[in-house]
């Protein structure tokens, strides 16, 4: 595979949550790590599949996974797929204290909307104390609006509704927050 063809596979994989909640922007000029115990390129559909144990980092993010899939269609607009159980991301708040992070069984990322999905028991922490957790949420960095609901969202396997839960702590005159919530764990 011709190098800037890797690295643009390699660029849609941090771009999976580099949008995200106000992230750590100067983690896009960062270079790409990437380890896996398998790797599949098809340069004519545009898609590289990095299986097993992977994980991916850049700056301060980083995303642990069982599977991530990333593609580019015809007029380079990335996409990206990360599975596991759960997929977990951690990445740095852009100019703030504390972290963002979350994990679902599965979690997508549409460069040409910028926005990323998480599907299936899917949780949000917005360290230091704020967190939402549903089946689906969505998040528009664009706009810097998510939706949370309790169905399991388009396209997703049936799983059962359930109900959408949030812990928004209440915020000093400094922006000081009481306690904080438990934190995901990214999968070891």
């Known amino acids: 595979m011709r190098a ?71 007029d380079g607009h990335q996409y990206g797929s990360a599975s596991g159980n759960p997929a977990v991301f951690r990445q740095k708040r852009d100019g703030a204290e504390g972290h963002i992070l979350g994990q679902a069984q599965r979690i997508e990322y549409d460069g040409k909307l910028d926005r990323v999905e998480l599907f299936n028991n899917a949780r949000l922490l917005r360290e230091p104390a704020d967190e939402v957790r549903g089946n689906y949420i969505s998040y528009d960095s664009r706009t810097e609006y998510f939706t949370v609901t309790g169905d399991p969202g388009p396209g997703a396997s049936a799983s059962p509704p359930g109900r959408v839960r949030a812990v928004i702590q209440p915020r000093t005159a400094t922006g000081e927050t009481g306690e904080v919530p438990a934190t995901v764990t990214p999968k070891q």
């Open 4 to 74: 800037s063809k890797q690295i643009a596979c390699l660029i849609i994989c941090a771009g999976l949550m580099a949008g995200s909640a106000q992230a750590e922007r100067a983690d896009r000029t960062k270079p790409i790590n990437l380890e896996s115990d398998r790797m599949q390129v098809d340069d004519v559909k545009r898609t590289s599949v990095f299986e097993g144990n992977v994980l991916m980092t850049q700056g301060t993010l980083s995303i642990r996974a069982d599977k991530i899939t990333v593609r580019q269609d015809k």
